[in-house]
């Protein structure tokens, strides 16, 4: 028995919303995830701030961590949201308006 | 704007079509198996296993140390771990020039968990044609049944999953322990629903969409590629034209090629590509089209090996080069540093000191024209046994140091904070002096390490 493989053309891509969910939250989940290594490797969380007054998120380690995760992933996932926003809104390079014909089409 | 002008984008706001790519067998599906199960045996069983004491390999983040079998490192070895990272860059560059995206068919936590998704669904809704038959079906109690069941060991699947990555950071036979008593804390708790509840979403529904749309690797894995490097590519030159024949016929009369358009080798894609358009950045490489091909080539009578794996000058029969300079260069690069890596971990020194001030005073006047300063020395004992430490400290003639007793023992992998107080006779210096404090076990070993601080005195 034959499938045809028309099955399989043209819907295959996911909605924009959501390849635009995908490339905010995960290229900053990957730097996040880096971030925080990097950073707990060099600071342990308790010590931060005021010896006397620990800020009360960082009175342990792990919710420490977990802080400076969801930190570094907001802040890198602003960034990335910020360059997908302008990538998206950016006019075409006047080649790509081009139609067949060399005339361009009014914007 | 008419019909034909519509962008060819257009479809990108059409939802996604699911793939149900039909199960295959054959040699590279017998090894992904293998590498299935090798990778996930690894990652589910390691937790488990004791090392003494303890866990063998346990990243204790409360207690910022990682256990990985004999060896415990500290936040001061950071820097090993960006040594792996670059070791496992440069494997990544060595393997993708010799064979492209490898790492993807076969090693991927991706492919590997999305493969092990795959078989449950299979296992519970059929084939590839049931499993359609089933989607296009209207609800019925088995319907109910089915995708209640699949979703059912998704779910417990993807959990274990979570709790196996959270049984890496703390101890997993205390985890299992609370887990079954609904007791874990609140962060072991998200973080078994937060990388569970990931494993779920993209091996069950986003699959082969993380590869498209998430993946740096897929975009950039191309860039390392050479005419050299071994890709899955279908021999146009043996397969067109394609078409349709009946078995005995003679295909070259017909002038047609070896491929008989079976479209199985699309079928069995599980990115839903078409591989005989060429080489696509969707390709995730796991062979499933080779094997797929090559049983309809065993059908037909034709030579296996119509898709294979092939470089660029093969397929233009010029010879093969695997080793060539560029394979060279990135293995020899990886011996040494995998070796200078090997080196250092043994050899490290596994004793260190770090020295703070303290903040109370900047100096005390004692009766007797003394000058004292007090430091907290913190004696880092990364070794596996214990140690007993001497403290000395030099860089200002006539320097006392006190600190109540002879020695300091320091247990295995332990960390002993000493109140350490310096005296200096008071004509000695003015203002302030950089010191060092030498820390040195009082066994044949004589493992030192020293660390810098301060003393402060009066100005006049
Ligand atoms: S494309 Fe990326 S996510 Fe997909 S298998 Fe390859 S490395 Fe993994
Ligand atoms: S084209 Fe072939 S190797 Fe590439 S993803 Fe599809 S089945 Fe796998």
Redesign the pocket.
């Known amino acids: 028995m034959r499938q045809a493989p028309e099955e399989y053309t043209g819907k295959l891509r996911w909605p924009r919303l959501g390849q635009d969910v995908a490339v905010v939250a995960w290229p900053s989940f990957l730097v996040a995830s880096v971030a925080t290594m990097v950073c707990f490797g060099f600071i342990d969380p308790v010590l931060v701030g005021n010896d006397d007054y620990p800020p009360p998120a960082f009175q342990t380690r792990m919710t420490g961590y977990a802080v400076g995760f969801f930190f570094f992933w907001l802040i890198a996932a602003l960034s990335s949201l910020m360059t997908l926003y302008l990538v998206r809104t950016a006019h075409p390079e006047p080649a790509d308006e081009g139609t067949d014909d060399g005339t361009r089409s009014p914007e | 704007m008419t019909e034909a002008q519509a962008p060819v984008g257009g479809e990108l706001y059409a939802a996604r079509q699911k793939i149900y ?1 039909r199960e295959i067998k054959g040699r590279f599906q017998r090894l992904r198996v293998y590498a299935v199960f090798a990778l996930l045996g690894l990652y589910y069983v390691l937790p488990w296993i004791r090392w003494g004491e303890r866990q063998a390999v346990l990243f204790d983040l409360p207690a910022r140390k990682f256990h990985i079998f004999s060896l415990t490192l500290w936040p001061q070895d950071f820097y090993f771990l960006t040594w792996l990272l670059i070791i496992a860059a440069l494997a990544l560059f060595f393997f993708t020039a010799l064979a492209g995206r490898l790492f993807c ?1 076969y090693a991927c936590p991706q492919t590997v968990w999305t493969e092990t998704f795959l078989w449950i669904e299979r296992w519970v809704e059929g084939s590839r044609t049931q499993q359609m038959k089933l989607a296009k079906a209207p609800l019925s109690g088995e319907k109910l049944v089915r995708k209640g069941a699949k979703y059912f060991l998704w779910f417990a699947f993807a959990l274990w999953t979570g709790f196996t990555f959270v049984g890496y950071f703390t101890p997993i036979t205390e985890l299992a322990g609370k887990l079954v008593a609904f007791s874990t804390g609140p962060w072991e708790t998200f973080w078994v629903l937060f990388y569970g509840g990931a494993t779920y979403v993209n091996a069950g529904f986003m699959r ?1 969409q993380v590869c498209k749309y998430m993946c740096p690797y897929a975009r950039f894995q191309s860039a390392m590629f050479d005419k050299d490097t071994l890709i ?1 590519t279908y021999d146009e030159k043996r397969g067109e034209p394609r078409g349709a024949r009946r078995k005995g016929a003679d295909a070259k009369a017909k002038g047609l090629g070896d491929c008989v358009d079976c479209t199985v ?1 699309v079928q ?8 005989r358009k060429g080489l ?1 950045y ?9 094997d ?1 091909c090559d049983e309809v080539m065993e059908k037909v009578g034709y030579p296996k090996g119509l ?1 294979r794996y092939d470089t660029q000058h093969g397929l233009e029969g010029k010879a093969k080069k695997v080793v060539r300079p560029r394979t060279i260069v990135y293995a020899s690069l990886i011996a040494v540093l995998i070796a200078g890596f090997a080196y250092t971990i043994t050899h490290r020194n596994v004793v260190a000191v770090d020295v703070i001030r303290d903040r109370n005073a900047l100096f005390r006047e004692l009766p007797g024209g003394m000058i004292e300063n007090v430091y907290n020395v913190k004696i880092l004992n990364k070794d596996g046994a214990a140690h007993d430490f001497a403290i000395t400290a030099d860089g200002i003639p006539g320097l006392q140091v006190d600190h109540g007793a002879p020695s300091v023992e320091v247990g295995p992998g332990e960390v002993q904070s000493v109140a350490v107080r310096l005296r200096v006779p008071r004509g000695e210096l003015r203002g302030g002096s950089d010191i060092h404090f030498t820390i040195r076990t009082l066994d044949e070993r004589a493992l030192v390490a020293t660390g810098r601080a301060r003393f402060l005195a009066p100005t006049n």
């Open positions: 790519p068919g082969e899955i080798c069995v894609c599980p990115t839903g590509i078409d591989i696509q969707e390709c995730i490489a796991c062979a499933a089209c080779i797929a898709i």
